[in-house]
């Protein structure tokens, strides 16, 4: 799958968004070792707080059914009721987590630039300096 197909999964995803409060509706295409697509959006909530991001819920979906390596993750954001039309940088707990599954200097972050091209990022390049399970001696 090209970068270009696995944000237009990422964009499919960002319709399911549950976004009452900020009306910012985010996507994002997580795509395993294996090949196989996790899609996610975010989901708020009235106490703000437990609001869980596009990346995340992607994340959590394939981690619950058994997934624990992964390639790529695409995002795509921007206001309800529009074409996002920005790049929409993952937040830094998302990142955290991704750090927590994900080779940090080979793990792609793909963001849709909202022109029609591609923004392609390491979690590296996006968490440097970064903890993580090896610190704990996992
Ligand atoms: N959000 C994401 O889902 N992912 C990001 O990368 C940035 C922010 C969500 C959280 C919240 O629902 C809304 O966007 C505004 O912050």
């Known amino acids: 799958m090209t970068n270009a197909e696995l944000i237009a999964e990422a964009k499919k995803a960002r319709l399911h968004a549950y976004t009452p409060y900020s009306h910012f509706q985010v996507g994002a295409a997580l795509e ?3 090949g ?3 899609h996610g959006c975010n989901i708020e909530n009235a106490a703000y707080g437990p609001t869980n991001c596009a990346e995340r819920t992607a994340f959590f979906k394939a981690v619950y059914e058994g997934e624990r390596e992964f390639t790529r993750i695409a995002i795509v ?3 309800e009721g ?3 039309n ?3 940088a ?3 707990v998302c990142r955290q987590v991704m750090r927590e599954f994900c080779t940090p200097d080979s793990f792609e972050i793909v963001l849709d630039d909202g022109k029609g091209g591609e923004l392609v990022y390491t979690l590296e390049q996006l ?3 970064s903890f993580g399970p090896e610190d704990l001696g996992k």
Do not use: V
Request: aromatic share 4%; glycine share 14%.
């Open 86 to 88: 920005a790049t929409c």
């Open 32 to 34: 395993t070792k294996a």
């Open 36 to 38: 196989k697509i996790y």
């Open 90 to 92: 993952p937040c830094g």
């Open 77 to 79: 954001g921007g206001p």
């Open 82 to 84: 529009q074409e996002a």
């Open 127 to 129: 968490l440097p300096e």
